[in-house]
């Protein structure tokens, strides 16, 4: 039972196991969809957000090519606008091309023939062309202009001959352009995806947070693992608002723009988690169901084996008395037998039998007789009280003790001990008619030897007990070891 039992729990746990590795390997294979659907996605990203900006930059390029033509400032004012800015290209979402001079006030915009004289000397892309020699392009931080529009600056270095800085060109970008290319995308409420500068200005996010326009999260955790090479994958979480994400990211070309995408766990498992309760359930059913099988089954054969032992040993139970049975005596006996001839021990047997027990039963009745068998088979158990004497109903109104490794004497000791507990009983009756009947003992012991069978052990005992009543019933006699010997062998 206890095999079948581990059998079927191992089952259980073999069927759990191999639910739980494919649930793994299911979220495994999730996780590295999101993942390569986040490259894929920033790669996108990138590629058009550079194409952009390669036009924006040429539009520079054509502005600062017009520039160093001679007798420029000859020009008229309509005919200096058409001959820099018309040949820029046109890009969405592009703002005023304007140029600063070397002290960063405005000298000419492609909007107005006479510009308004504003200066950008304190502006982060003007400082950066006046103190580096490299020609750009730059690309600021985001600004607010007046009428609250949030914009950034792709500027190039103006310089003379020798190489002297003489101002800058620029050109505006409004950031509605990244915020629809975001917003498109609908990342979900708990993912996050954000273009930043280099130094960790943010300059654009999705979902859109108008008051993380400018933030620089250069100092984040987040920031600072993107900070480790140009492109990558990791998980984290996120400074802003907590949320545990994997972030895929990469920089966008040569230009000091990093986009990244921070995907929640929560959204990406989401489906997994679906999946994985409904499997959870079916399994933990499945289990329950082997579980409750297992138990009914060990139940049934728990139940089985006890009435299968039940049925054993009411077949060698006698059912009035409670003492062993005929059957059992037989089985005993010889068991008994073989053991004391291997060892070289004596076996005694008692053979008894209820005094006149035909008279009671015709005087009281077949239920008094019963009653009185009951309370005698009692006094006999009573008597032999070791754990392996066995005491039976030999049958009718005549019982046994089997007592193995007892000599004559003690044999008697225990044949006497009967018939007191059989005289205490009628005392208690106080000589009523129907008091329990005596008994007559007949004792036989030896030493099993070749040649004797356990019968001779009973004949013996039997013929002692014949004696005991023709001495008057109510006594008990014993045949003496050598007696059972000679008599038997002589037979």
Known sequence: MKRLIALGLTITLGFSSICALVLWESR??????????????????????SRNFELYDLSLEAVVEGLRLPDLSTLSPRMRQMLLFDRAASAKDMGSIFVLDKAGTVIMDSRVETPRADNYAQSDFFKVHRGIESGGPFVSTPWRNADGEYLIAIS????????????????????????????????GSESSLILAREDGSIIMRAPYKADLIGVNVSTSAVFKRISEAPEGTFEMNAGLDGVKRMYAYQRIGELPLIVSYGQSLEAIYASWWHEAKIIGLLMLGLCATNVTLIVFLASTLKRRAK???????????DSLTGLCNRRRFDEAIDLEWRRAQRREQSVAILMIDADLFKNFNDQFGHQAGDIALKALADCIAAGARRAGDLCCRFGGEEFAVLLPETSINDAMVVAENIQAAVASLRALQNGRPDSTPTLSIGVACLVPRTGLEPRDLIRAADGALYKAKAAGRNCCVAVPAQRVKADNLAA
């Open 307 to 317: 009435a299968e032992h039940d049925y054993a040993v009411m077949a060698t139970i």
């Open 28 to 49: 495994n294979r999730d996780r590295d969809q999101a993942r390569l659907a986040a490259v894929n996605l920033i790669a996108s990203i990138g590629s058009d957000i």
């Open 156 to 187: 190039r270095r103006l310089s003379n001959a020798n190489g002297d800085f003489t101002g800058v060109v620029a050109v505006t970008l409004r950031l509605h352009y990244f915020k629809k290319m975001l917003d498109r995308l609908n990342v």
